[in-house]
């Protein structure tokens, strides 16, 4: 009942929506914005890698990526702007927040298994 509940809440007032970043001091990571049926993702890093011709190598192709996307329960389905499928990722409320997990944390959820420590949040507005 409690998870009907909760999906209910997640799909009823777009909650959902908004930026979601690690929940912990990360230097690498990602940054996934939903707002309006689109999504922007991109990836972080404090690292930089320098190639053998002596400039920055891109530690993230393919990324920045947005486009699409649509939550179906507690399942968010992403489409790049390319129509190439993003694998899909999960949200749930945990503790009064909204987190969006990937289908390895999803499975931890589900199965008892323990959570990483840097999962992804929905931020709060200032």
């Known amino acids: 009942m409690f998870g009907l509940v909760a999906m209910l809440s997640l799909c009823a007032c ?3 929506e908004g930026v979601y970043l690690p929940d912990c001091i990360a230097y690498e990571g ?25 400039e920055p190598v891109d530690s993230f192709p393919g990324f920045p ?6 939550v179906d329960g507690e399942n968010v389905y992403m489409t790049a702007d390319n129509a190439t499928q993003i694998e899909h990722m999960y949200l749930h409320e945990i ?14 959820r589900h199965s008892g298994g323990e959570l990483d420590k840097c999962l992804l949040v929905l931020q709060k507005e200032d």
């Open 14 to 16: 777009k909650s959902y």
């Open 30 to 54: 990602d940054k996934i914005q939903f707002a309006d049926g689109r999504y922007q993702w991109e990836r972080f890093t404090d690292a930089i890698v320098i190639g053998d011709d002596g």
């Open 95 to 108: 503790n009064g927040r909204h987190y969006l997990l990937t289908e390895d944390q999803d499975y931890a």
């Open 65 to 70: 990526r947005e486009g699409t996307y649509r």
